[in-house]
């Protein structure tokens, strides 16, 4: 984003030159980020989404509390009163406001809790995916070359194995050895997951960093520090990484819900998150007895809808703030 | 048999407890329930049964070898006991004893119980494209082949070890692995005739062993050429004795078997009625596989036509639904099977008696048995050996065995003080476990319904105080990765059982209790049991031949067992079948499955 | 041009060699289960696992290993047979290619068929209440799961269990012997797994019509006198069909590849996304080689098809 936007409006008509260039009100150079956040702002949609992703962060730390004030027992609290003589569970009821699920858990309590999962693996995988991007990315378009060839050949590898299948495999095989992967760095867990997601997303954000540093390096500010003499790192840290700052958050953000949907996406497999209450794993579990008892494949979908909408609204949201050139609506 | 297809049970008890009387051994003893009894299997025809007509069963998985050599799995049971005929096999109210099938007649034991003689039936023909004689020579090769790494058969080295010449059989298959080995302990005097000597008293055992699929005919001209390929092709190239095979071309290749989605059987026309116990009505049977949501599966046969379920047990909610929408459509079969909760007895914590005894006390068992869909699913375990398996009675049926040194599994929904009890006695003041051995790791199922009993029983531990990290894995990965392995085996194995392979109780405890039978790689002794006295005990009694004795000599054993509580019994499994409104099934208590060769379309 | 085809070819046959020996390993070093093991069943002496082992040729050096898989791989197209049971797995990928690729086409076609009009009205009544609605419900449909929402279609539709029983529903393609009974089952996995592209492609090409809007040329052909309608169907349209285009090359390969493991999960659809969800299960390794290795030429064919093709409408790219 240059600096080059600091006026946002043009000058009054019919007034003296003198008033307008020096009235401070009827000009205003306005940062970079204030417009940005001006224009987010303008998106409605948008805003109730961010304070919707606010409200489901705050209930995702205090879950235990949560659950407390609603009432509700507790994720792992089996009650076997709530099951049938066929050991089939009971729907929404005033001892459980979601139902319980096919071994008697409150769904409710469930729900709230497994926001954590999907936050915490969004957050971590998209930090790490968006890293390992940044990086080879980086280094790829700057210094282009066998180093481009090896990046973006690997890229074109790893692109090749159906994504599924290469994280369904590696979790699998993370998981089985019992120790985990990278000696015992990952353990059969949610570590196992967002290494995965992270493993084989983080080709997304390689390919896009690695055009962006490709077009930036030829521009005319990293000619000019380059005929000083400054050095590689200088102009990687000081030109070409603060003006990448904007795509990053962007296609971070558009990255986050993906990311989710990955998580889900695993868990329902049964690779996933085993040990916590996870929205996917929920529904996996329901999916045998989704005719009879809907509960427990609705509100975790439910949630999962609405979280991933969030976040889609938020990054949409944010790529028209940046970018107000094509002006989308 | 694993308990991944347990199911199966002695019709002629149910038949009795149907009409009233009560069952054989101690009076009021009970081995089924009146909840189950309401949907007693049928396992005769009836008089008028239609013939004709194509019945299709549906199934979740495949079976596990399609070579009657190596078959093993109950579904697979259900192709074979339709298209070969071993010396003795299994007719649908056969609860003792199996019928002579190939045989023509009962074996001829010797008094010392080494010799079996077998007198094999004449104009038994194979089919196409083979159509000759079956004669006992085929016999024999079908047993010799079992023995070859290509045909992978997994119990010849369990129920054949005492039949003279095994050990060389063995060893010149090490040198020759593509050649079926020559085994000098059985002899095939004329067509008609086999001899088996043993080289211990072991007679029952092995008389049992034949009445499973390998014992069934093999044309050695046929088959020496698939044989000698690294894996055995001739079951995807099998011939028949019985009234079906599997649809194949003339060149022998079955054209019926697309692994993992169906088998189709068609009648063989080199079948002789006059020589079989089997009526054969359907003209066709499509098993087809794939169904993985067995719920639809089960909701599709109840409202369809011409359909049965196949491999798999009813879910929870389908029970529910059969039990209260179709109950006419339902049986409920006990199975021969039980389920438990191996408790890893080769280390901490598991290592000290007192917190074993503990666990099962706390155990509450009714809540496992929730997790299968209730009652109907079984009854509760109080020791081993299940229903109507000699020794069963024996061992104390249905309630168990009793006195103080039993009290922590009186209580089928558990008993916190008794645990508490054990817990102290283990040095643990609070009640609950306390230390950094209280860290344990779990590895189950990861499907239901196998996994929501891990979680269960996972809950209940840690009521206890243990810290349980739970792994859900492929069902058969948890075998042969985890609780077969016993370097990589968990503290706590919660899917596991044994069903029966014939009637006899040694199976049920020798190999899941045998501590001589813990070997590095593939070990089905799951808790790691290894105590001296009931590995001579179970060594002793596969030389016990008498019936009576032998059951006597099993129920104490079992009590034995239960009494070190290497493990939680939680069930004895029933097996629920289910088939459309116009089937007439027959259920075949051995198998505890449809048998198609005595099912019928209703008229 | 023929240049720039051969060198994407040899490429697309190194990646695929690439892509055996990265799978092999990563099975290899992190073994999932012993498939001697596996073969031999349960009972079986540590002899007979031995003995399988070594007729597998599971103790042989991983490089023979990989050496004995390659030589029959391109020598006879052989892929080997399955651990679990014992069946080619050449003809066991082959047997749940037809399902996947009906799951895939009909797919295709819904999502054609419902996108790229959706977008294209969109466009054209840009800021319109149908506009602003339109958005949202595409937003939706992205972020909703596939396979939840292929059980809330189930809950609502399916024959057998829906509130509304229209479709066939779970099963029903095991069922399905004809060609018509086939794609009557295959109706709500093609609406479900169709509902994300679509949206996707949607807002796709109203995005791509809006930015050629703003173009000079669009101008021009407005300034003379040109209805808008015509304006951007004819103009805006075919610039925005190419890349329409690639996105649907690289969508279909994928699909094809496995990625439809969810649908076809979900509706219990025999097709090769399941067989890669079992065989990963199972750590059968001839078969997570074959599928990867399918799955993979699947991706990299559609790729360089999508390559070539835009070679052959932009020669610069040739010279990259």
Redesign the interface.
Known sequence: MEASEVRDQPAPVGVSPDLTEFDPIAITARSPWELFSRRFREDR?AMAALVFLGLLVLIAIFAPLVVKLAGAPGP?T?D?GA??????PTGPSSAHLFGVD??GRDVFSRTIYGARVSLIVAVTATALATIAGIITGLLAGYFRGWVDTLVSRSV??L???????LA???A???????TG?LGGLIK?GLSVVIFVIAFTSWTYMARIIRGQTLSLREKEFVEAARSVGASHTRIIFQEILPNLVAPIIVYASILV?QVI?YE??LS???VGV??QPSW?QM?S??????????WY??FP?IA??LT??AF??VG?AMQDALNPR?K?? | MRSKLAWVIAPGLIAVLAIGLSACGDGGNESVSSAQAKYAPVTAPPDNAQQGGKLTALAAGDVDYIDPGAAFYQFSYMVTSATVRPLFSWAPDDTEKPTPDFADGEPEISSDYKTITVHTRSGIKFSPPVNREATSADVKYALERTLLPGVANGYSNVYFTSVDGYDEAVKAVEKDPTTAPEWKGIETPDDNTIIFHLTKPAATVVVGALSLPASAPVPPEYAKKYDAETTSAYGTHQVATGPYMIENDSSGELTGYSPGKEIKLVRNPNWDPNTDYRPAYLDSVDLQEGFADTVSATRKILTGSHQVNGDYGLPAQSLKLAATKYPDQLSVTPSGANRYVALNTSKPPFDDINIRKAVVANTDREALRATRGGPLSGEIATHFIPPLIPGFEEAGGIAGPQGPEFDFIQNPTGDPQVAAKYMKKAGFSSGKCEGSNCDITMVGDNAPPGSDTAQVFKGQLEELGFTVSFQPVDHDLMYTKFCSVPANAPQVCPNVGWSKDFQDGQAILDVPFNGTGINPKNTSNWPELDVASINKELARIANISPPDERAKTLGALDDKITALAPAVPWLWDTQTNVASADVVPVINLFNSNTDVSFTSLAK | MLRYIVRRVLWGVAMLWIVSAVVFVLFYVFPSADPAVLRAGRNASPQQVDAIRHTLGLDDPVIVQYWHYMRDLVLHFDFGFSFQSNTDVRALILDRLPATALLVAGAAVVWLAIGLPTGIISAIKRRSLLDRTTMVTTLALISAPVFWLGLVALYLFAKDVGQFPIFPGIGSYNEAHTFLARCGSMILPWLVLAAATAAIYARYLRSSLIDTMSEDYIRTARAKGLPERTVILRHGVRSAITPIVTLLGLDVGVLLAGNAILTETVFNIPGVGRLVATSIERSDLPVIQGVTLFGAFFIILFNLIVDIAYAYLDPRVRYQ
Do not use: E, H
Not at chain 1, 83 to 88: A, E, N, R, S, V
Not at chain 1, 159 to 164: Q, S
Not at chain 1, 172 to 178: P, Q, S, V, W, Y
Not at chain 1, 285 to 293: E, R, S, Y
């Open positions: 949609l792992d089996r076997s099951l049938d003589i066929f050991g089939t096919q071994i074109d590898v692109l090749a194995i159906p994504y599924l299948l369904t495999g590696l699998a095989a993370c998981t089985l050895g019992g992967c059969p819900p949907l889900a996406a329902f497999l049964g085993v040990d996917g529904i579990d329901a999916t045998p007895i989704f005719a009879d008892a809907w494949m609705m979908g999962l809808l991933v909408l889609n609204l949409d094509a989308k609506t």
